[in-house]
Each structure stands twice: as C-alpha cells, then as structure tokens.
C-alpha cells in the first residue's frame, strides 16, 4: 500500500506540470499564430493587390481590343453590304 500512495504523490506533481506546459504551448502557439497572420497580411496584401492591379488592366485592355474588333466586324459588313 505505501507503493501505491507514493506513486499516486509522485503523478499528480507530472499532471499538473504537464497541464501548465500544455497552457504554455497552446498560448505560444496562439501568439505564433497571430504573428504569422500579421506577417502573412503584410506580405502578400501589396503582392495581391499588384496582382489584382494588372488584371484588372489586362482585362480593360482586352475588352478595348474587343471592342476595335467588333467595330472593325461592324465596318467590314457594311462595306460588304454596299
């Protein structure tokens, strides 16, 4: 019976010890988490917003070009038609 009871002494110190690292882990974890949220966010934003830029120019381009085309279409059948 004194086994048992210096055992049972001996695992609840390694509990609660291993409860507080746990705490300590997941708040770190959580801070890590944020820090990297907040490095992300400063990175790519300027690099997705450069991205959305010239895509967005692009397609302005593209319906312009669209546009010179159907006219010119628009033109080629009208002299056709003459």
Avoid: G, Y
């Amino acid at each position: 019976m004194v086994n048992q009871e210096s055992q049972t002494q001996d695992t609840v110190p390694i509990c609660e010890h291993e409860e507080e690292i746990s705490c300590r882990v997941k708040k770190k974890l959580d801070s890590l988490s944020r820090q990297l949220l907040e490095f992300n966010e400063k990175t790519f934003d300027p690099f997705m917003q450069e991205i959305t830029k010239r895509i967005e120019e692009q397609d302005n381009a593209n319906n312009e070009l669209r546009s010179e085309i159907d006219q010119q279409n628009i033109t080629e059948k009208k002299i056709i038609m003459c």
